[in-house]
């Protein structure tokens, strides 16, 4: 700006900044809209400020910017983002074995739980297919141990049943969740390949009513 490098103020910054900044990096999408300057200090004493995006612009040049907020001394949190490119790392831990417990997820240094805000057994299958956990006999948000601080980072996940993983599901930008710790995701996987099947009271072994055997 101006013919310098400078930072961006926190003043108004939100995902959809953080959309346009990821974007035009060819970084994928974002995640966090960084706003506590946790990527160190500015090189200069001088910001850009006020940058409204609505999320679908290709490069910040496109957003409005309030020229007046710039050249003034730093005296707040100057924005980052962290985008994703990648995979997500998917664990579900506080278990009986690693094939049931909370849902985690990590990207980078940011680590936490999963909201559960419309899952389903199709999120469920997602993570047990990744884990290589067998099948997804249930997806729940119970999880409710008190003495621990539960730090909920996803919150908009929409898979259709197919997918071998959680990344390939449609997400949402990690964003800070309104659910509590009640309400983060929990999973459980057969931890076999197979669910034992057997057809029951028909005229042979190949018709009759299903039964499933589940411990």
Not at 4 to 24: E, L, P, R, Y
Not at 140 to 159: F, M, R
């Amino acid at each position: 700006y101006n013919n310098t490098w400078t930072s961006v103020s926190f003043d108004g910054w939100d995902i959809n900044d953080a959309k346009v900044v990821c974007q035009s990096q060819g970084c994928g999408m974002a995640l966090v809209a960084v706003t506590d300057s946790r990527f160190g200090a500015p090189p200069n004493s001088t910001w850009l400020g006020n940058i409204q995006c609505t999320g679908t612009e290709t490069s910040l040049s496109y957003c409005y910017i309030n020229n007046s907020a710039s050249n003034n001394t730093i005296s707040s949190a100057v924005v980052g983002v962290i985008c994703f490119a990648g995979n997500l790392n998917v664990r579900l831990v506080n278990g009986t074995d690693r094939c049931n417990g909370k849902l985690e997820v990590s990207y980078g240094t940011e680590r936490g739980g999963v909201c559960n805000n419309y899952w389903n057994i199709n999120h469920a299958a997602a993570v047990c297919r990744e884990l290589k956990c067998g099948f997804a006999l249930s997806v729940q948000g119970n999880y409710s141990l008190v003495e621990e601080s539960v730090n909920k980072l996803l919150i908009g996940v929409q898979c259709y049943g197919w997918e071998s993983s959680l990344s390939q599901c449609t997400i949402t930008p990690w964003l800070q969740p309104s659910c509590n710790n009640s309400q983060v995701s929990t999973v459980t996987c057969s931890a076999n390949s197979s669910l034992p099947i057997r057809l029951v009271n028909g005229p042979n072994k190949c018709a009759g009513r299903v039964e499933v055997y589940y411990n």
